[in-house]
């Protein structure tokens, strides 16, 4: 059935979401990562969310990398915090 409702992060389309910023979502995976397998280690797959990245683990690690300069005082666009 096309256009069927999922709670999000449960959709069947693990095809990444362009417009994941306009809808105000976490990344472009969002809308299917609970259909992704947990992480057992630790350092590995979604920093987020647990799961494996369906963009695989150069997504998960960029998104680690986004992370850290966040904590580090750097906002989303990598320019310091005011």
């Not at 693990?14 to 057992?40: A, F």
Request: hydrophobic share 20%; with cysteine.
């Amino acid at each position: 059935m096309k256009n069927k409702k999922v709670p999000l992060g449960y959709s069947d389309d693990l095809t990444y979401n362009s417009d994941w910023q306009k809808q105000k979502r976490i990344c472009g995976y969002q809308h299917c990562i609970e259909r992704m397998p947990v992480v057992v280690l630790e350092g590995e797959g979604c920093p987020v969310f647990g799961h494996e990245c369906p963009g695989g683990d150069r997504v998960s690690k960029k998104c680690r990398e986004k992370i850290t300069s966040n904590e580090e005082g750097e906002n989303n666009h990598g320019k310091k915090a005011a």
